[in-house]
Structures are given as C-alpha cells and as structure tokens.
C-alpha cells in the first residue's frame, strides 16, 4: 500500500459515493488507475463495504447503551458460540471482545428503554455461557463512529 491508496481510502472514508472520476481529481490519478486501485483494495479485503451513515435518532432509535458481557465460561467452545450468536441480533450495533474482565462489551441501539429492557431481558441474558450482563446507558455521543485516522 502505497501514498496514493492512502489518499484514496481517506477520500473514500470522506464520501464513498464519489464518483471514480471525482476520486482521481481528488488524488492526482486518472479514471483508469483509481478504477484498477479501488478494486485491487476491494478485493485484498482492505475495503469491506460501503454504507451510509444514518442519524440513529431520525429512525426511530433513540436509546443507546454500552453492555460488559462476563462469560461463565471462557473455553473455546463458549467463546464461538457467542460470538457467532452476538451478530444475529440487530440491535447489537458494534461488538469487541476484551483483555481481562469482563470478556466482551456491545454496543446497543434501541427505541426506548422498554425496548432495551426486553432485549437485554429476552435475548442478551441468553447468550451462550453469559454469566454476567453489566449495562450503562450513553448520555451523550461524543466522538460519533468516524473515519480511521490514515
């Protein structure tokens, strides 16, 4: 990876719907070249999708909570089947395992607390091998989720 496929992720990042055209000018290539590197880093898996960037409030989520997840257990069996199981759930907006304890925090978008409180009650609880759930909710969103700093 070279300055140039620096400059095109950033651009990228900046607004994925430019125009190819657009992506050259702004990098100093021309439509060929930005064509073949924009492929070339789709497919080495160093751009994994496009996607539009919603207002979670403006669709009708207004309620966001941070849950620490202990595992009852932490073998290797119990460890995939939660993480497998973790993706299935929509309103899991991000998810990372931990160093330590607890072993994973999620990242949660929902309507409301009535919302949240069924989720975590009906589906969260449930999860393999969870033994503890500790949730906060977010009060306010400082750094919303951004471009990678390149």
Same mark, same amino acid.
């Given at each position: 990876?070279?300055?140039? &496929?620096?400059?095109?992720?950033? +651009?990228?990042?900046? &607004?994925?719907?430019?125009?190819? !055209?657009?992506?050259?000018?702004?990098?100093?290539?021309?439509? @060929?070249?930005? #064509?073949?590197?924009?492929? *070339?880093? +789709?497919?080495?898996?160093?751009?994994?999708?496009?996607? *539009?960037?919603?207002? /979670?409030? %403006?669709?009708?989520?207004?309620?966001?909570?941070?849950?620490?997840?202990?595992?009852?257990?932490?073998? @290797?069996?119990?460890?995939?089947?939660?993480?497998?199981?973790? /993706?299935?759930?929509? +309103?899991?907006? #991000? *998810?990372?395992?931990?160093?330590? +304890?607890?072993?994973?925090?999620? =990242?949660?978008?929902?309507? &409301?607390? *009535?919302?949240? =409180?069924?989720?975590?009650?009906?589906?969260?609880?449930?999860?393999?091998?969870?033994?503890?759930? !500790?949730? %906060?909710?977010?009060?306010? !969103?400082?750094?919303?989720?951004?471009?990678?700093?390149?």
């Amino acid at each position: 990876m070279d300055n140039i &496929d620096r400059k095109i992720l950033a +651009e990228l990042q900046r &607004d994925g719907r430019q125009s190819l !055209t657009e992506l050259g000018e702004r990098v100093g290539i021309s439509l @060929s070249p930005a #064509h073949r590197r924009v492929r *070339a880093l +789709e497919e080495a898996g160093v751009i994994t999708g496009y996607r *539009a960037v919603i207002e /979670p409030a %403006t669709v009708g989520l207004g309620f966001a909570a941070v849950v620490f997840v202990t595992l009852g257990k932490t073998d @290797s069996e119990s460890v995939i089947a939660f993480e497998r199981a973790v /993706p299935r759930i929509a +309103e899991v907006v #991000h *998810a990372v395992r931990l160093f330590g +304890e607890p072993d994973f925090m999620l =990242q949660i978008m929902a309507e &409301d607390l *009535a919302a949240f =409180q069924r989720l975590y009650d009906e589906t969260l609880s449930k999860l393999p091998s969870v033994q503890r759930l !500790t949730s %906060t909710l977010v009060m306010k !969103t400082i750094v919303p989720a951004r471009a990678l700093p390149l």
